[in-house]
Nanobody
């Protein structure tokens, strides 16, 4: 059983930055998803164990996903945050499958709230 421990959420003004962290042991592909109130969970960014990254279009150029395998930690650096980025952000770990699909991920964190005020 893999436990994912997220941290780094909070309240920030529009244009501000936050960095989310997720600790997970093992050789997994890692993804970040988010869910806003009344909306479905959506893919944000993902990184394979070997470092290939992919992003949803609306965060390209603003968000950066990276990992430090020696620390078993994946990060999501979020810059130029906007109110529409407000959501609960979830870290997920998986092995085989489409990296943008939630169904690929077997393990999920508890979520961390990100709130961006206008």
């Amino acid at each position: 059983q893999v436990q994912l421990v997220e941290s780094g959420g909070g309240l920030v003004q529009a244009g501000g930055s936050l960095r989310l962290s997720c600790a997970a042991s093992g050789r997994y592909n890692m993804g970040w998803f988010r869910q806003a109130p009344g909306k479905e969970r959506e893919f944000v960014a993902a990184i394979t164990y070997l470092g290939r990254v992919t992003y949803r279009d609306s965060v390209k150029g603003r968000f950066t996903i990276y990992r430090v395998n020696a620390k078993n930690t994946v990060y999501l650096k979020m810059n130029s945050l906007q109110p529409e980025d407000t959501a609960v952000y979830y870290c997920a770990a998986g092995t085989v499958g489409e990296i943008k699909s939630a169904t690929m991920y077997s393990y999920w964190g508890q979520g961390t709230q990100v709130t961006v005020s206008s």
